[in-house]
C-alpha cells in the first residue's frame, strides 16, 4: 500500500473515506504530520485546521474536537464537528468571536471559562481558514 | 332507540377519529423511518470507540479510571428511565415505568433520573428520588442535544459519589415489538469485540487523557443510541396503536352504518303501514 486511507467518521455519517498522500493534523501537543509508515499512535486533537495532501491538490478542514489514531497506514478520525473551507458561515463565526470575547471580559464569577475559551478557538479556527 | 339524525352525527364522528389515526399512523411510519437511518449512521463511530476502549483496557489491566473501573460493594446508584414525551402509543410508557417500579424495590438507594416527561410526570408524583429529568427532547432530536444530556450525566458519575448508573430503556426490535433492557451504563463496559488492535500505540498527551475523552465518547454516543432506539420503539408502538384504532374505527363504522340502515327501514316501513292502514279506512 503506497497510499494512507484516512477515514473521518462522525457520530451522524461517514465524512470521509479516501486515500491520501500526506496528512497534517492538529493534535494537543503541536501539529504533526502523517506520511507513510508512521508509528502506531492515538492523540486528542485540538481546534485547529487538518490539512489532506493528494497530488497537488490540498483540502483543509476546520475541525473543533476528537481523536485521531495512527495504524499500519490506515488513519481514523473520530470528531463530532468538521467543517471544509467552503462550508464555513465566516460571518456566524465572526459573530461568536464577539460574543465569546464579551463574555469573557465582562468576567463574572459564574462563567465557565473553559467552554469559552473552546469557543473562542472554535471561533478563531473557523476565521482564520474562512478569511483566506 | 336512537334517531336517524343522531346515528349519522356519530357516523361522521367516527369517521374524523379514523382520519386522525390513520394520518398519525402514517407520521409515526416516517418518524420511525427517520429514527433507524441515525441508529446506523451512528454505529460505525459506536463500533469504533467500543474497539478503542476495548483495546486500551486489555493492555493496561493497571488503569483504575473512574469511567472504566468497576466498584464492588453496596452504594448509591441511580436509574435512567426512558421513556416518551407524547401518550397515545399503546402500553409503551406503561409497560417501561412498571420495569422501573420493581428494579427500585429491588436496588434500595436508587436515586432517579427521567428523559421523556411521561416517565417525569409519574415519577414526580410517585417518587421523592427523582434528581434530574429532561423533557420534550424527543421532538427534535440532535446529537448535540443528547451530548448536553450525557455530559451532564458523566459529571454526576464523576462528582457524587454513585458506585453504577443503569439505563432502563425500549429497544426497538420490530415495528410491533419492542424489548425493555435494564443496562449498565457507567462504569463503562466495552463489548466484546474481534477488532482489537495488537499494535502498542503511542499516547498524546497520555494515556488517562485518552481514557477519559474515549470514556466520554462513549457515553455521548451510547445515549444518543439509546435515545434513539427509545424513539423508534415509541414509534413502532405509536404505529401499532393507531393501526388497531383505525381498524376499530371502520368496524364501528360498518356497525353504525347497519344500524343506520335498519332504523331507516323501520322508519319506512312504518310510513307504508301508516299510509296503508290510513287508505284502508278511508276505503271502508
Known amino acids: ?13 461517514i465524512k470521509i473515506q479516501d486515500d491520501f498522500d500526506h496528512i497534517i493534523v492538529p493534535g494537543v501537543d503541536g501539529d504533526f504530520g502523517v506520511d507513510l509508515n508512521h508509528t502506531a499512535f492515538i492523540t486528542k486533537i485540538r481546534p485547529g485546521i487538518l490539512q489532506l495532501y ?12 476528537g481523536f485521531v489514531t495512527v495504524e499500519n497506514n490506515i488513519i481514523v478520525i473520530i470528531c463530532d464537528t468538521i467543517e471544509k473551507e467552503n462550508e464555513i458561515n465566516h460571518k456566524r463565526a465572526e459573530e461568536s468571536k464577539k460574543r465569546t470575547e464579551k463574555r469573557i471580559k465582562s468576567s463574572g464569577k459564574d462563567i465557565d471559562f473553559r467552554r469559552a475559551e473552546i469557543s473562542l478557538k472554535r471561533a478563531l479556527v473557523r476565521l482564520h481558514l474562512s478569511g483566506k | 332507540m336512537a334517531t336517524l339524525k343522531e346515528i349519522k352525527l356519530r357516523i361522521e364522528s367516527v369517521k374524523n377519529t379514523k382520519q386522525i389515526t390513520n394520518a398519525m399512523k402514517m407520521v409515526a411510519v416516517s418518524k420511525l423511518r427517520r429514527a433507524q437511518e441515525n441508529i446506523l449512521q451512528a454505529r460505525p463511530y459506536a463500533d469504533y470507540i467500543n474497539d478503542m476502549l476495548k483495546t486500551l483496557k486489555l493492555k493496561n489491566t493497571t488503569t483504575s479510571h473512574p469511567l472504566l473501573t468497576d ?20 402500553s409503551f410508557n406503561s409497560q ?12 434500595f438507594n436508587v436515586d432517579i433520573i427521567c428523559i421523556g416527561k411521561k416517565g417525569y410526570d409519574f415519577f414526580k408524583t410517585h417518587s421523592k428520588k427523582v434528581i434530574d429529568s ?5 421532538n427534535e432530536m440532535d446529537f448535540s442535544i443528547s451530548k448536553d444530556v450525557a455530559e451532564k450525566i458523566l459529571n454526576l458519575y464523576l462528582q457524587e459519589d454513585y458506585i ?7 429497544e426497538f426490535k420490530s415495528a410491533i415489538q419492542q424489548d425493555i433492557i435494564v443496562k449498565q451504563l457507567l462504569p463503562i463496559i466495552p463489548i466484546e469485540s474481534e477488532n482489537v488492535s495488537k499494535l502498542d500505540f503511542l499516547y498524546e498527551p497520555d494515556e488517562d487523557t485518552i481514557i477519559e475523552e474515549l470514556g466520554r465518547k462513549y457515553i455521548h454516543v451510547d445515549i444518543w443510541r439509546i435515545m434513539l432506539e427509545s424513539s423508534a420503539a415509541e414509534q413502532g408502538a405509536r404505529m401499532t396503536a393507531m393501526d388497531s384504532a383505525t381498524d376499530n374505527a ?6 353504525l352504518t347497519l344500524f343506520y340502515n335498519r332504523a331507516r327501514q323501520a322508519v319506512i316501513t312504518k310510513e307504508i303501514i301508516e299510509i296503508a292502514s290510513g287508505a284502508e279506512a278511508t276505503q271502508q
Open chain 2, 71 to 90: 466498584i464492588s460493594g453496596e452504594g448509591k446508584t441511580a436509574l435512567i428511565i426512558v421513556t416518551s414525551d407524547r401518550g397515545l402509543c399503546g
Open chain 1, 54 to 65: 493528494k497530488g497537488k491538490r490540498i483540502d483543509k478542514y476546520a475541525i473543533h474536537d
Open chain 2, 96 to 107: 417501561i415505568i412498571r420495569k422501573a417500579q420493581s428494579h427500585i424495590k429491588k436496588h
Open chain 2, 250 to 255: 371502520a368496524d364501528m363504522i360498518d356497525n
Open chain 1, 1 to 13: 500500500m503506497d497510499k494512507l486511507h484516512l477515514e473521518i467518521i462522525q457520530p451522524t455519517k
Open chain 2, 164 to 170: 453504577r448508573i443503569d439505563v432502563l430503556y425500549n
Open chain 2, 134 to 138: 429532561y423533557i420534550n427532547l424527543f
